[in-house]
């Protein structure tokens, strides 16, 4: 058995492990706009990204280097560094090969799509960095292009034999809410002694449960990426304890990524079970997260359960009308056609659609596969950010 | 050789064909609810369904039947009889058994989901009809939900050898504006000597190009339906004049639909060409006219290709940065990562978005596949319209 608790500093929970934001005039108001993670060692490196055809110049400047080892990310906001081409990638080597007392350095980049980097300006904020600041809530504010607050966690995982490690991490969320501002980017450092195969095949198993569950508006952008580093440094390990504690880590974040999407006022859960299999599951519950009529539903608390329904006919996945029920929270709306939604239950309905946080169940009744996912309402607030012009 | 010209009169454009609308009290203001299309001998039938795997008791009732020849179309709006079990399907055989002098009826609604349909109202509403009534007109308003103006044409088609046929339609928007209204209805007369084999065939090719190209807003309804109707009286057929004067007859009625689309100020049309097959097009211009950001920035009229290319990248078609051309009307704006986007071209591309309406150009540059779709813009109205609590 083990044990979880949470503990301060985000990425830098870990020994070993450095990090801060500086503000290096990317950001026209003066707020920090670059950070980095820097370790004392190189580190195990696992991986996620964007399965977006136009994956940004950082995502192929880290494909090109195969299998490899690091000691320092370098983050900017406000310029993503995609359909740049092959100067994008090029702009990346000259940067980093400015970096001191680095050995193995990557980047990642969030912010407009289509425009080269200011590579002066980023390679000026470089010197701004001291590699012996532990200060992870700068790093985690830097990142942030159109987050209304920043997004940080660290767990300590005890083990039975006495040893524990720590998962630290910081993320900036999917809301695209500027044009063309449109990524998601994680990093979470470790000092459990894992190997890269380990924590690669830990990662994938959680990422389709947290950040792939997750929508504000169903666009994939260019640039999502999470990256685990590991420094091995605890010297302690476990399997189970490890995934769990990764999911703990990366569904918080997901979830807050959810909570501040784009005017987003619900954070709703789509519980989906009884359907062909987990697979199936999935796309209903993310049909559901991504369709346009239940999410102004959610936000004109309309407890409209033939939109569910009808999303849920429309998704592809086997389902009938005859072996259907539709829950919000507790409250059963609709059971295989065989209750009568009637204006007291609209009215508890309706109460429930009120809440900031509530569950939507649909269980279809053919078999035993499930998925949950995660969505957000949409609302004015939405259109007003994502329809004004580029400033 | 043949001559496409439009005349007047919808659906009793072809001799033989009566329709009219009344007003049976579903819709609370007293506007005209109910309609009919009469045809004074049985007539060959060609349907194209939802894919949804909910659709609604009209289409359950209408499947039931196999092969088979009507004479009557009755049509109600203001409740879908969606979601309504084996029940909503007897309602249907009640009410059309009502029905006087008529051979072989059916029915089809639109409006709310998951209300059990009207009986009595709908049964004395058909008491009002006259079967020797021409007023297309009425009934094209009848079968309106949240569309804001009704939708009809006829086209005459005159063939090398003197004959003639006529096929004139009528239409209701996809506009999902009140909460579960969610359908588009289009009902399709001619007097062209068709077989039903023939005229399935021919809906089947123009369907996909025409009311399967547009989105309003991604949701796919259990109502969708689109009947046609051949008495056979003009004794005159042409298999390539019968497609192409039934394609512009679509194509006409779902611009119209997304003309009307909530809210909508903009209609787009998404060409996509250059890619792997004619499918991958499909799937790319859906994916841009279906996006939620590419929506948004054409309500705010920005010329943002970033968002163009990412959804293109995130389409999961084959896809390269470095092959794509994107252009708004016939200014190019991303050119293989050759072009640079400076201030000027923005402006340019401003005044061509500033336009109710204009056309996206995607080229692939892989092979030779191409797909129009239409879409519209995303504003503040389609949130006020759909998150309004149902009343």
Request: hydrophobic fraction near 40%.
């Amino acid at each position: 058995m083990y044990k979880i608790t949470q503990v301060k500093n985000g990425v830098c929970a870990s020994e070993g492990f450095f990090a801060d934001g500086v503000s290096a005039g990317l950001k026209p108001d003066g707020a920090k706009d670059m950070a980095f993670i820097k370790s004392d060692v190189l580190c195990e490196v696992a991986s996620a990204f964007t399965t977006n055809k136009m994956a940004a110049a950082p995502i192929k400047h880290f494909k090109a280097k195969g299998d490899f080892k690091t000691d320092f990310v370098l983050i900017n906001s406000k310029n993503a560094n995609a359909m740049t081409g092959g100067a994008g990638v090029e702009d990346i080597d000259e940067i980093l090969s400015t970096c001191q007392n680095v050995t193995n350095p990557i980047m990642s980049s969030t912010g407009v799509i289509g425009v080269r980097l200011p590579k002066q300006k980023i390679i000026d904020g470089i010197k701004l960095f001291d590699f012996s600041q532990k200060n992870p809530s700068d790093a985690a504010k830097a990142i942030m292009t159109t987050d209304t607050f920043s997004k940080e966690i660290a767990l300590k995982v005890e083990l039975d034999d006495g040893s524990c490690f720590h998962i630290g991490a910081m993320a900036k969320g999917a809301g695209m809410i500027n044009p063309a501002m449109a990524t998601m980017l994680c990093f979470i450092t470790t000092d459990a002694k894992v190997s890269s195969q380990d924590m690669q095949s830990a990662l994938d198993e959680v990422v389709r449960k947290t950040f792939n569950a997750i929508s504000v508006d169903g666009d994939t952008s260019t640039n999502d990426t999470v990256l685990v580093l590991s420094n091995s440094k605890s010297n302690s390990y476990d399997e189970d304890a490890f995934k769990e504690a990764l999911f703990k880590v990366m569904h918080f974040l997901a979830l807050e990524m959810v909570r501040d999407g784009e005017g987003a006022t619900k954070l709703v859960t789509y519980n989906i079970t009884g359907a062909k299999d987990d697979n199936e599951a999935e796309v209903v519950a993310k049909a559901l997260s991504d369709s346009l009529l239940v999410k102004t539903a959610l936000f004109g608390e309309d407890p409209n359960w033939g939109r569910i329904a009808s999303t849920v006919g429309a998704s592809g996945a086997e389902c009938l009308e005859e072996s259907l029920r539709i829950s919000f929270d507790n409250l059963c709306v609709y059971d295989k056609g065989e209750l009568y939604f009637d204006k007291e239950m609209e009215r508890k309905a309706a109460i429930v659609m009120g809440h900031k946080k509530f569950t939507i169940s649909c269980d279809l009744g053919i078999a035993d596969g499930n998925f949950k996912a995660y969505g957000c309402d949409l609302g004015y607030e939405y259109v007003k950010i994502n329809a004004d012009y580029r400033t």
